[in-house]
């Protein structure tokens, strides 16, 4: 078996487990549901059907759409896979991010769809998402959130990829320019856009500057990518103007979840600042990198992947910055920001290594210094990345059992069809003993699986017991959330 092959069925393997050891969490017990306009934050009433097919999932993300939000796509995929069960979720969720990584390559080999990729590299990218992703287990484990951020980041990668694929082949490209296939990606484009509020909207400005740049190449206007920019604006269009996050807004703030005015802006803007904070590396090799080879490049491909690297770096630091005017900024909102910087640093480095560039410094005892802090940093990342990795595998394992208890609890109160509070407890004793130590030594990547209060009567509790059809349900004891 080739080593790519390997490394990829190992990460995949691995993605599984993590979602395997992780049980459904709070939000996918009230999305498991047809959606009711009050059904966060508030139990489910009486009448509340669990989505039982296609048309239910049609029927709840329109009451959603006018009620909640409009991230259609993202939550039209949640119920899907919550209607299709966990274990499937499981397997697909791992393959999506396979997917992820696979994206991540064809972007930085100007838009070439392939197989055989590098080991090196999709390791490198691995342990870049391991280390720099704040709450790794919310995206990649938890359903709900991985269908916002990990499902949206790859369609949205998807969709890139075809107008990559058009700039680097104007003149021969794959993709037909008629009206089937134009419709088509009107539609992919529309699906695009219809995914996160603060990626779309920088993503269009960029692709209609390649479309201009492609004009100018080839004195005609590619109507099949222009095709796929209005389904994309049009998506924008339906995700910020629906009627569901104003509601959402003004209940927020009637709920003191959200305090508008300045003391808003300055909590998102600390967000910010850990955020760039914690990739200060990798933006300072981006921009430094980008400045100084892009003097020395002469072959026009070469240009057009610094000019396809510089896209993503703005689109990174874009999409982060725009989410401080966001009433509620948090870290893994960040994600697919992530994605982007690390792309643009990967073009960077193949162009480099293409050709055959060093960033050159007079000092040699600078350059020595400069290749000891690498080595010094790799031997760092390597033992943070599998300490936090073991870890995080034998906290999952703990979770996966203790969870099993859970159930095990109550399938028994469901056949005794006991009327007593059913007391249950979510977290494994090690982790509750020691809930500090072992978030850092996970690197803050422990999953979010703890739903129930301790009290039966709150609106989660409720919503948990009406899914598992048993009385009432309830926590041994209060568990800090992270």
Same mark, same amino acid.
């Given at each position: 078996?080739?080593?790519?092959?390997?490394?990829?069925?190992?990460?995949? #393997?691995?993605?599984?487990?993590?979602?395997?050891?992780?049980?459904?969490?709070?939000?996918?017990? &009230?999305?498991?549901?047809?959606?009711?306009?009050?059904?966060?934050?508030?139990?489910?009433?009486?009448?509340?059907?669990? *989505?039982?097919?296609?048309?239910?999932?049609?029927?709840?993300?329109?009451?959603?759409?006018?009620?909640?939000?409009?991230?259609?796509?993202?939550?039209?995929?949640?119920?899907?896979?919550?209607?299709?069960?966990?274990?499937?979720?499981?397997?697909?969720?791992?393959?999506?991010? #396979? =997917?992820?990584?696979?994206?991540?390559?064809?972007?930085?080999?100007?838009?070439?769809?392939?197989?055989?990729?590098?080991?090196?590299? &999709?390791?490198?990218?691995?342990?870049? #998402?391991?280390?720099?992703?704040?709450? =790794?287990?919310?995206?990649?484990?938890?359903?709900?959130?991985?269908?916002?951020?990990?499902?949206?980041?790859?369609?949205?990668?998807?969709?890139?990829?075809?107008?990559?694929?058009?700039?680097?082949?104007?003149?021969?490209?794959?993709?037909?320019?008629?009206?089937?296939? /134009?419709?088509?990606?009107?539609?992919?484009?529309?699906?695009?856009?219809?995914?996160?509020?603060?990626? $779309?909207?920088?993503?269009?400005?960029?692709?209609?500057?390649?479309?201009?740049?492609?004009?100018?190449?080839?004195?005609? #206007?590619?109507?099949?990518?222009?095709?796929? =920019?209005?389904?994309?604006?049009?998506?924008?269009?339906?995700?910020?103007?629906? $009627?569901?996050?104003? @509601?959402?807004?003004?209940?927020?703030?009637?709920?003191?979840?959200?305090?508008?005015?300045?003391?808003?802006?300055?909590?998102?803007?600390?967000?910010?600042?850990?955020?760039?904070?914690?990739?200060?590396?990798?933006?300072?090799?981006?921009?430094?990198?980008?400045?100084?080879?892009?003097?020395?490049?002469?072959?026009?491909?070469?240009?057009?992947?610094?000019?396809?690297?510089? /896209?993503?770096?703005?689109?990174?630091?874009?999409?982060?910055?725009?989410? @401080?005017?966001?009433?509620?900024?948090?870290?893994?909102?960040?994600?697919?920001? =992530?994605?982007?910087?690390?792309?643009? @640093?990967?073009?960077?480095?193949? @162009?480099?290594?293409?050709?055959?560039?060093?960033?050159?410094?007079?000092?040699?005892?600078?350059?020595?210094?400069?290749?000891?802090?690498?080595?010094?940093?790799?031997?760092?990342?390597?033992?943070?990345?599998? &300490?936090?990795?073991?870890?995080?595998?034998? *906290?999952?394992?703990?979770?996966?059992?203790?969870?099993?208890?859970?159930?095990?609890?109550?399938?028994? /109160?469901?056949?005794?069809?006991?009327?007593?509070?059913?007391?249950?407890?979510?977290?494994?004793?090690?982790?509750?003993?020691?809930?500090?130590?072992?978030?850092?030594?996970?690197?803050?990547?422990?999953?979010?699986?703890?739903?129930?209060?301790?009290?039966?009567?709150?609106?989660?509790?409720?919503?948990?017991?009406?899914?598992?059809?048993?009385?009432?349900?309830?926590?041994?004891?209060?568990?800090?959330? $992270?």
């Amino acid at each position: 078996m080739k080593k790519d092959t390997v490394v990829l069925l190992f990460l995949f #393997i691995l993605i599984w487990f993590l979602n395997l050891c992780t049980p459904l969490i709070c939000d996918d017990y &009230v999305y498991s549901f047809i959606w009711q306009d009050d059904a966060m934050g508030v139990a489910l009433s009486e009448s509340a059907n669990r *989505v039982n097919g296609l048309a239910d999932i049609f029927y709840s993300q329109w009451k959603h759409y006018f009620s909640w939000g409009g991230r259609t796509v993202a939550h039209f995929l949640a119920q899907l896979f919550l209607w299709l069960g966990k274990d499937l979720f499981n397997f697909l969720n791992a393959g999506c991010f #396979i =997917l992820l990584l696979l994206e991540m390559q064809w972007i930085i080999n100007e838009g070439r769809v392939f197989f055989d990729v590098s080991a090196k590299d &999709v390791l490198w990218d691995f342990g870049a #998402i391991w280390i720099f992703t704040i709450y =790794l287990g919310d995206i990649f484990t938890w359903l709900t959130l991985s269908c916002n951020y990990l499902w949206t980041t790859v369609i949205i990668l998807a969709f890139f990829i075809v107008f990559e694929r058009n700039y680097f082949t104007a003149e021969d490209s794959c993709f037909k320019n008629n009206r089937i296939s /134009s419709m088509l990606f009107f539609l992919f484009g529309l699906f695009a856009g219809w995914t996160n509020e603060n990626v $779309p909207c920088f993503l269009i400005l960029i692709l209609v500057f390649y479309v201009f740049k492609l004009y100018k190449e080839t004195n005609k #206007i590619n109507w099949f990518l222009v095709s796929g =920019l209005l389904g994309m604006g049009l998506g924008y269009i339906l995700l910020i103007t629906a $009627p569901g996050n104003y @509601v959402r807004y003004i209940r927020q703030v009637e709920d003191h979840i959200v305090t508008p005015g300045i003391s808003l802006v300055e909590d998102n803007l600390h967000v910010l600042a850990n955020i760039f904070l914690f990739r200060l590396i990798m933006i300072y090799y981006a921009v430094r990198n980008l400045i100084v080879i892009s003097q020395d490049i002469v072959s026009t491909a070469y240009q057009k992947l610094l000019y396809i690297s510089r /896209s993503f770096l703005f689109l990174s630091l874009a999409s982060s910055v725009v989410m @401080v005017f966001s009433p509620y900024f948090r870290y893994r909102s960040s994600f697919p920001s =992530l994605i982007f910087l690390i792309i643009s @640093v990967n073009i960077v480095r193949r @162009v480099r290594s293409l050709e055959g560039l060093v960033v050159q410094n007079t000092a040699v005892r600078m350059e020595k210094f400069k290749r000891m802090t690498k080595k010094v940093i790799f031997v760092i990342a390597s033992a943070y990345l599998v &300490v936090t990795l073991s870890a995080s595998l034998y *906290v999952g394992t703990m979770q996966y059992q203790q969870t099993q208890k859970m159930m095990n609890s109550i399938e028994n /109160s469901k056949q005794n069809l006991s009327d007593k509070v059913l007391t249950v407890r979510e977290r494994p004793v090690l982790i509750d003993k020691y809930y500090f130590e072992t978030t850092v030594i996970t690197g803050g990547h422990l999953t979010y699986p703890y739903s129930l209060t301790t009290d039966e009567n709150c609106w989660i509790n409720r919503d948990v017991a009406r899914y598992y059809g048993i009385k009432s349900i309830r926590a041994e004891k209060e568990e800090a959330l $992270p």
